[in-house]
């Protein structure tokens, strides 16, 4: 499937939102809905992105796993309270990691999925 954007901005971009979004749920709903939200969103952000360009699911997930590290590195940065450096260290520092593996995954779904459409004639990827 051709298309006139990139997918590296598109992957950028859709993790930066995906990564405010899970942000606001720790806000509101606490570390696990944050984790799981983190999970979900980065799979379906890879499978996105892996069906519709050809990209290696290894760089979905590491790409994709960017904006997460430098949330991390901000998040210790702007620590105030020893409440905000426990969460860093207990909580925060699983997310990049999260992101690349459940980002990697979505990609190799996604990638399966064109590859099976387009050996079945359903798509052009």
């Not at 598109?10 to 799981?36: E, N, R, T």
């Amino acid at each position: 499937m051709k298309s006139s954007i990139h997918p590296v901005p598109m992957l950028f971009f859709l993790s930066v939102v995906a990564l405010i979004l899970a942000y606001q749920i720790f806000l509101y709903q606490g570390a696990f809905l944050f984790l799981a939200s983190t999970v979900v969103f980065a799979a379906t952000i890879g499978w996105f992105i892996g069906r519709r360009w050809r990209v290696y699911p290894w760089q979905i997930g590491l790409l994709g796993a960017i904006p997460a590290v430098m949330f991390i590195l901000w998040r210790f940065y702007t620590q105030e309270t020893a409440e905000d450096a426990a969460d860093n260290i207990s909580l925060f520092i699983f997310h990049p990691l999260l992101v690349a593996i459940t980002g990697h995954f979505g990609g190799l779904i996604g990638r399966w999925q064109a590859l099976k459409a387009k050996a079945s004639g359903k798509g052009a990827v």
